[in-house]
């Protein structure tokens, strides 16, 4: 797996990145250019279209996530408004099918973790990346991420961390900020009350949901095109699958596009819950077995692709808050090609 190191400003940050991992940034661009076409007929240059719908908000308010994925599009040979198509992907998407995950946040007293399997088709697994992010008057940055885009699952050297649950529901705001800007923009906060305020506030541009967790608690923010909604833990827990836990303004709908949803919140809870009772300490080596259940395989947290489906779990992360690491496990957590530890801060 390629690991990249980025420091300076926005635009050397993104230059950097683009530069170092210009192949696979090329090969996220075809990826979404021929999932965007297969799915829905949609053409990268109507997808191209929709993005730039964005620019408005993002050069008034995130002009710095803006100047860097310039500094992407510059280093990698691509145009910016390809860059920004990726970076908006989940929005340009919206009715199509989006990348599954089971998360969940577990605390109590003395230690606290984060954990998610990420899982998506097989096609883009050769295109993560291991970003390392320096940059100036914000918090450093470790997270796995696509070639390409600048936010996605990860930890920082505040100690705050962040996983996505993809919700496929109708609706996008061109005046909010879109997910995978909002999970970089949690990546740049010192606390996770900063960043729940900061998303609060700006709103998010379609439905998910982002989990943020630090060493105080962990608070979920289920997300559509119209309101931000609170989920607090319970018991010391929260967790989240692919569809919403509370109803939304407007009365928005998702469209289930993982039956296996339901069951896999279902299974999280059963499994966090028996660990508690069974006195087991709260520790990153008893989240990793956690994400490695199969049940309802090969639908399961534990995600394989099969015949009619070519999702799988590409990468498994648990984030420790009071150490401020993350092990990651590369493919399936119980048949992962390479595991590593990231520590963001401690260059």
């Known amino acids: 797996m390629l690991h990249i190191r980025c420091s300076g400003t926005p635009y050397e940050i993104g230059y950097h990145h683009g530069t170092i991992a210009r192949e696979l940034v090329a090969g ?7 999932y965007f076409l297969s799915k829905s007929r949609m053409d990268w240059d109507t997808a191209k279209s929709h993005a730039v719908k964005f620019l408005p908000v993002l050069e008034k308010d995130w002009n710095h996530y803006v100047e860097e994925m310039r500094g992407i599009a510059d280093g990698s040979g691509h145009t910016f408004e390809d860059i920004l198509a990726i970076n908006v992907r989940t929005e340009i998407s919206m009715g199509l099918m989006a990348d599954g995950c089971t998360a969940f946040y577990w605390h109590d007293r003395d230690n606290s973790i984060a954990a998610q399997n990420w899982d998506w088709e ?3 697994r050769d295109n993560l990346i291991a970003l390392d992010i320096q940059q100036n008057n914000r918090p450093e940055i470790s997270q796995i991420t ?23 529901a109708r609706g996008v705001d061109f ?12 990546m740049d906060s010192t606390s996770r009350k900063e960043a729940v305020d900061t998303l609060t506030k700006s709103g998010l541009a379609a439905s998910c949901h982002l989990l943020i967790g630090d060493s105080t608690g962990g608070t979920g923010l289920e997300c559509s095109s119209g309101d931000v909604l609170h989920l607090e833990t319970k018991d010391g827990k929260l967790t989240h699958a692919n569809h919403f836990y509370v109803p939304h303004a407007n009365n928005i709908k998702e469209a289930v596009f993982l039956p296996d949803s339901p069951y896999r919140a279902r299974r999280i809870d ?3 819950e028996a660990a508690t009772k069974g006195g087991q300490p709260i520790t990153v080596s008893v989240a990793e077995r956690i994400l490695e259940d199969k049940g309802n395989y090969p ?11 070519a999702v799988e779990t590409l990468f ?10 993350a ?21």
């Open 175 to 186: 005046n909010r900020l879109p997910t995978h800007l909002a999970l970089r923009a949690i």
């Open 270 to 272: 059963e499994l966090l």
């Open 327 to 347: 092990s990651v496990r590369m493919g399936r957590p119980t048949e992962a090609f390479e595991s590593f530890i990231m520590r963001p801060g401690t260059s």
């Open 299 to 309: 639908a399961a947290i534990n995600r394989a692709s099969s015949e009619t489906s």
């Open 122 to 124: 097989r096609a883009q």
């Open 316 to 325: 498994s992360i648990v984030m420790d808050h009071a150490s401020r690491t």
């Open 146 to 168: 696509e070639a390409g885009i600048i936010g996605k699952i990860g930890l920082n050297s505040a100690g705050v961390s962040v996983t996505l649950n993809a919700i496929r």
């Open 28 to 34: 996220s661009l075809q990826f979404y250019r021929q």
